[in-house]
């Protein structure tokens, strides 16, 4: 997580032509790259009420539960065939000491989270609680390591403590704590923000401090460390030269945050109050992530031509105000139909550099920042970023589709020119195709003709994300107000599949 934003200039949206229909044209016999799955990631910090409150309420707990994790955000989180699960940070990594998190709940000592609102952090929620709750949802776990505050010996008796079988001194301490087989542990983040809040180093140190480190997280019992390094914010292609360049091929991935705001009055921007104007600068802002991730990825085809190495956006989305009433630092905001879109347009990004972004995991999970669902006491509600990450799970594994697509743009502020539609396409290993289409237009509906030629499809059906106004949110009074309902603007005749977008409007449609 960072602080921190850059002003920017302003402009009018000025739309480029009128409307016209736009076309798209899928390539099915070029499609070559899976759309992992681990694209479709979550990420989880000890952050507010993400992990207290969120996922987690204790074993003692009035709210319905299971061996202490919500019921209702389990069942929640399943439906999203949650792939992999970052944890503890973000900035708290690099302050978590993993040795607090383990043994009998009231022996373990407390910690003021001095990133998040100097909250008190009692640990009651560590390394097995959050193993446990990966197998409860069959996702990867994915582990950010302390390297900003901690020793090299202390990442290398965490990945003893959670992978090694028998014989080490790591494994009969977790058998002391109850578990007698290790766990499965893939990911492995060595450090995080490590230009930041995760010690302020130059690429060079951390280059050197990544090489040390890593040497010592070893692999136990067959257990393949996928090992990630911490790599640039937005802008910075400096730092990925010289990871790339000093580190090379010792890392398996090189990760990368971006995040999304309006940022030009010296305030990240309302969740739910904003302009037209604001708007459309954010699905530009939004957007500029592809121009972002084109250049890292060019810097690391220089010296990884075989693309080996991983680019992962393991933390992004949206960031703005915190919501009035709350609690400072734990950074609680709502979560409109203008951030389903931008999770949308993001998502549709991704899909395309398939071939190099191995993993993303949009911040955070709960009650924080871009979620998927929020909780207050015994009530949740699922926000309308919750629902484009379920209309999109059927691009899970699926084969990328190329296409072309030529439609109307818009100008908008800082001379971004940003399209109408945006869109993406895949095959799944039952050979279905689904088609998913966002219309960016705040008042205009967008109609788009996509040619069937080599799909050999007969009929289609799909669902819509969209509402009256951009600003509509799901709250726990109206839990419903931005949901997906069943879309009947698409049909296919002549050889043309047409479709009619609603403005402002998410479809995913599917093929047969």
């Known amino acids: 997580m960072k602080k921190g934003w850059i002003v920017v200039a302003l402009t009018a949206v000025v739309p480029l032509c009128a409307q016209e229909v736009t076309t798209m044209q899928i390539r099915p016999q070029e499609g070559e790259q899976l759309i992992r799955k681990e694209i479709y990631g979550q990420f989880a910090e000890h952050l507010g009420t993400c992990i207290y409150g969120g996922l987690w309420v204790g074993e003692n707990s009035s709210i319905p539960h299971t061996n202490g994790y919500r019921n209702d955000v389990l069942q929640a989180l399943k439906e999203l065939k949650v792939p992999v699960l970052r944890w503890p940070g973000g900035c708290f990594a690099d302050e978590y000491h993993w040795r607090d998190g383990i043994g009998p709940k009231a022996n373990r000592p407390k910690m003021v989270n001095n990133n998040w609102g100097g909250t008190v952090e009692d640990n009651s929620f560590g390394t097995h609680e959050f193993l446990n709750l990966c197998e409860l949802l069959g996702c990867e776990p994915y582990i950010s390591g302390n ?5 090299v010996e202390e990442l290398a008796e965490w990945v003893e403590y959670m992978t090694a079988e028998q014989g080490s001194p790591m494994a009969k301490l ?5 578990r007698e087989q290790p766990w499965k542990v893939k990911y492995i ?27 010592y997280c070893r692999e136990y019992n067959g257990n393949r460390l996928y090992k990630v390094a911490s790599g640039a914010s937005d802008y910075d292609y400096g730092w990925t030269e010289t990871l790339m360049k000093n580190v090379g091929h ?15 009055t010296g ?6 109050d904003f302009s037209d104007e604001d708007y459309y600068w954010t699905m530009g802002k939004c957007l500029e992530i592809e121009p972002v991730i084109r250049k890292h990825i060019a810097i690391m085809d220089t010296y990884d031509p075989k693309k080996q190495i991983g680019l992962l956006v393991d933390e992004w989305g949206t960031w703005w105000d915190e919501e009035p009433g709350t609690v400072s630092g734990h950074l609680y905001q709502q979560n409109t139909l203008r951030d389903a879109l931008v999770a949308a347009l993001t998502l549709n990004v991704f899909h395309r550099y398939a071939d190099r972004i191995r993993m993303a995991n949009i911040a955070q999970i709960a009650n924080v920042l871009q979620a998927m669902i929020l909780t207050k006491g015994d009530r949740m509600v699922l926000t309308p970023t919750y ?25 908008v502020r800082h001379d971004r020119i940003v399209p109408l539609v945006s869109a993406t396409a895949s095959r799944d290993k039952e050979g279905t195709i689904h088609l998913s289409l966002a219309n960016i237009d705040l008042q205009q509906t967008q109609t788009v003709e996509v040619s069937l030629d080599g799909l050999r499809a007969k009929r289609v059906g799909g669902r819509v994300l969209t509402a009256p ?44």
């Not at 109206?478 to 047409?498: D, M, S, Y």
Request: with cysteine; glycine share 12%.
């Open 147 to 151: 390297v900003g505050s901690g020793t």
């Open 174 to 178: 977790r058998k002391e704590n109850g």
């Open 189 to 215: 983040g060595v450090g995080n923000e490590s230009w930041g809040c995760g010690g302020n180093m130059r690429p060079e140190y951390y280059s050197d401090l990544y090489r040390r480190y890593a040497t």
């Open 250 to 264: 010792r890392m398996d991935g090189l990760s990368l945050h971006y995040y999304t705001c309006v940022g030009w």
């Open 267 to 272: 305030s990240k921007g309302s969740a739910t």
């Open 387 to 411: 629902h484009v990450f379920e209309m999109y799970k059927v691009h899970q594994d699926a084969l990328f589709l190329p296409f072309s697509l030529n439609g109307a743009k818009k100008v």
């Open 469 to 512: 106004d951009v600003r509509e949110h799901n709250t726990f009074d109206r839990p419903n107000a931005v949901v997906p309902q069943t879309f009947g603007g698409a049909e296919i005749r002549n050889g043309l599949l047409q479709i009619t977008l609603p403005a402002k409007s998410i479809v995913t449609l599917t093929l047969h």
